[in-house]
């Protein structure tokens, strides 16, 4: 109601400590807008948990079926809707989707440009290649990385995909040591004729 157009001052002000500001060109009711912006977060908010309950659902069901990397890779892969590699510790690729779109040139020098990244915790990004990096075992007996195109800083979703995809990775590990434990058991005990 006071200006015509806002003051220098304010903008400089705004801009300086990152605070939004907002110029409405009519007069607004305040309970009108609050209702308005209040609306668009909490529909925010409920597609993030509907994208959280659509992860946890996917992972889920994929480790009740006991799924291997293929099908684990895939579910990332459409999930991130990018690239998504798995490595060894020796930062070999084992697999690699290249997602919906062109990955032309996404492993090149791998090797060499996997080597070189390292993430604090279990997961981390990685801002100069755009990847997010999950450390895959226990400890100090890493058996290699899920790596997930992420040029720009990874949603809490998209670190959801990765940490969920580790978990299944390592549960499926988990099955095949014991299967082979048990069918090197039954040999063992199978009698000799």
């Known amino acids: 109601r006071r200006w015509t157009e806002l003051p220098a001052a304010l903008i400089e002000a705004c801009e300086r400590h990152a605070i939004p500001l907002v110029a409405l060109a009519h007069e607004t009711r305040f309970a009108a807008l609050t209702q308005a912006i209040g609306e668009q977060i909490v529909d925010s908010q409920l597609a993030e948990l509907r994208e959280a309950q659509r992860v946890h659902d996917t992972f889920t069901e994929l480790s009740f079926d006991q799924a291997g990397p293929a099908e684990i890779l895939d579910a ?43 993430v604090t915790g279990r997961t981390g990004w990685d801002a100069r290649n755009g990847w997010l990096v999950t450390r895959l075992g226990t400890g100090n007996q890493d058996w290699g990385r899920l790596i997930i195109s992420s040029p720009d800083t990874p949603p809490q979703r998209l670190m959801a995909v990765a940490e969920r995809a580790a978990a299944a990775l390592a549960l499926h590990r988990l099955h095949e040591r014991d299967r082979d434990n048990v069918i090197r058991r039954t040999h063992r005990e199978l009698p000799i004729a």
């Open 76 to 118: 990332v892969s459409r999930l991130a809707n990018g690239p998504v590699v798995l490595e060894n510790a020796q930062h070999q690729p084992l697999d690699f989707l290249p997602g919906p779109t062109s990955a032309d040139g996404f492993l090149e020098n791998w090797q060499g440009r996997s080597a070189r990244v390292k």
